[in-house]
């Protein structure tokens, strides 16, 4: 009587065993892409803090039905509820970048990850908008130290040469958190939006514990992780060797070589004396702000996240009014558009460090340029039309190129910087990007309720209106090829004049 019940079990142990021996394939195809053990475990665990912080913002957004509804709130709003989060944070961003150039990383970072997740069962316990709002600005101030943390440890963790290909791996991150935000928590938030912010408090906690386990690097880039030998990162750095120009200084980046063998001199005005790691917070904002390519490049990354928030909030809203499609399809047509933006992040990066071992010096500005610019192209067909199958193809490669000019640009910054001053210079980034970031809800929302009279119209008009800084962004980014070889000259120049400050 019990056979036919029986009978599924060697079926489910037979999926089961498949399945974890598929994870096991997977780990270790990963681990030989990224160059071994130590190596994976840094690029995942640096991914999925920025994931955390993207898969709450997106949370956010997938939730804006049920929260107007159970608060009595509207789009502005909403808005209000991102915008309040990132501006506290990027006033919170500059300290974080001051203790990322002086104190153990590490450590900073899991404390404030510890106060992420308190941070979310709070928000899960907001009886009224302004008790939320009042968690999101606590939110904001401690998210803050992913920027400056995240960008010094990288700058640290991984050699010059492939840190446009690691940034693919590690801002990936993002969008899985966003694809989480969108998939998981909003499916959770159509039951609970209270459960959808809880849910994302427990792998805070445990991401904490992860960070801290990490080494602490050394500074300056003299203690990078060389891939284990045997693997495919192995392999491919040995290649890399032989076409990389001669250099007597391993922490070098290829940029940084290039310029001298290309006797490009650096501006004597930008050339740093003394302890850099003890410049005043003054100082280093000046001097930071009088790199021009490092402006232009804060400018540009700061109008592509602009657009990219907007995108993250009113994106399931848009999609659902445009196309004529439900909650759980437009999650699914994200998703699917999210992959393609996961595939920019590591063509870009790849790309880029691909054509600057190739003696390209503008390889980085000039791959996140063309993206820009593509990006526009694609967008506009995907906003006017109102079929998900005819937007479906145009969102999927606008999404690609939209994320691929990240990481090339994240790799240039730390090529235009001296290593003691990654922090700091990056803390001015976040601080610039969060603004924009903030603002970005707020006026998506406002321009959608009060300019173009709200609904489906309204936010396909705002869409259409808000791919104007994304052409502002593609323009800023051509310009910055005039400036990048001198500025890269001149960070070499200070790096070298400061060797101390390239050491704990």
């Known amino acids: 009587m019990g056979t036919g019940q029986d009978k599924p079990k060697p079926k489910l142990e037979a999926s089961i065993r498949l399945a974890r021996k598929a994870a096991k394939a997977g780990s270790e195809q990963l681990s030989d892409t990224l160059g071994g053990s130590l190596r994976t475990r840094v690029i995942v665990v640096l991914a999925a803090i920025l994931a955390l912080s993207s898969a709450d913002v997106v949370t956010v957004g997938a939730s804006a039905t ?29 300290p974080f970048g001051v ?27 907001a009886s009224s908008f302004g008790e939320l709002l009042l968690t999101r600005l606590f939110l904001g101030s401690v998210t803050a130290a992913a920027g400056p943390l995240v960008a010094s440890l990288v700058g640290d963790y991984f050699a010059g040469s492939e840190r446009g290909r690691i940034y693919g791996f590690i801002l990936s991150g993002e969008l899985l958190g966003a694809g989480f935000g969108f998939a998981v928590t909003g499916d959770i938030a159509a039951l609970s939006w209270r459960l ?3 849910v994302l408090a427990i792998p805070a906690f445990v991401l904490a514990w992860a960070v801290v386990r990490l080494p602490e690097p050394a500074r300056g880039g003299r203690g ?13 750095a040995h290649r890399a060797a032989k076409t990389q120009p001669a250099g007597d200084e391993p922490h070098a980046t290829d940029a940084q070589l290039i310029v001298r063998e290309h006797s490009i001199a650096p501006d004597p005005a930008l050339i740093l004396r003394g302890d850099i790691s003890r410049m005043s917070l003054a100082a280093a904002v000046r001097h930071v702000l009088r790199v021009r390519t490092n402006v232009v490049l804060i400018a ?106 990240n990481p090339p640009l994240d790799a240039a910054r730390l090529d235009i910087m001296p290593p003691r001053l990654w922090g700091r210079a990056e803390s001015v980034r976040t601080l610039v990007r969060a ?23 309204g936010l396909q008009w705002t869409f259409g209106v808000m ?32 060797p101390s400050s390239s050491l704990h």
């Open 300 to 405: 540009s990354s700061a109008l592509g996240y602009f657009f990219l928030s907007g995108v993250e909030i009113f994106g399931v809203e848009f999609v659902k009014g445009q196309y004529g499609i439900g909650q759980v399809t437009a999650n699914g047509l994200l998703l699917i558009v999210g992959v393609g933006a996961i595939a920019g992040v590591l063509i870009g990066g790849t790309l880029s460090d691909s054509l600057l071992r190739r003696r390209h010096l503008n390889a980085r500005i000039t791959v996140s340029a063309l993206a820009a610019t593509a990006t526009i192209v694609l967008f506009i067909p995907a906003v006017i039309t109102r079929s998900a199958g005819s937007a479906l193809p145009y969102l999927l490669f606008a999404a690609l190129a939209l994320s691929a000019q």
């Open 196 to 198: 959808a912010f809880f």
């Open 435 to 457: 603004v924009a970031v903030a603002l970005a809800p707020l006026i998506f929302g406002a321009t959608s309720d009060y300019v173009f009279g709200g609904g489906r119209s």
């Open 66 to 94: 049920h929260l107007r509804s159970d608060l009595s709130i509207n789009n502005t709003d909403i808005g209000l509820l991102v915008a309040a989060s990132s501006l506290v944070g990027a006033l919170a961003s500059v």
């Open 467 to 498: 791919l104007i800084p994304l052409a502002v962004s593609a323009y800023l980014l051509f310009r910055a090829r005039r400036t990048y070889a001198g500025d890269v000259a001149s960070a070499a120049a200070s790096a070298a004049r400061n």
């Open 224 to 236: 990078a992780l060389a891939p284990e030998p045997g693997t495919a990162a192995a392999r491919a």
């Open 99 to 125: 203790l990322a150039d002086r104190v153990r990383r590490t450590l900073t970072l899991a404390v404030a990850i510890v106060f992420w997740g308190v941070a979310m069962v709070w928000s899960s316990t």
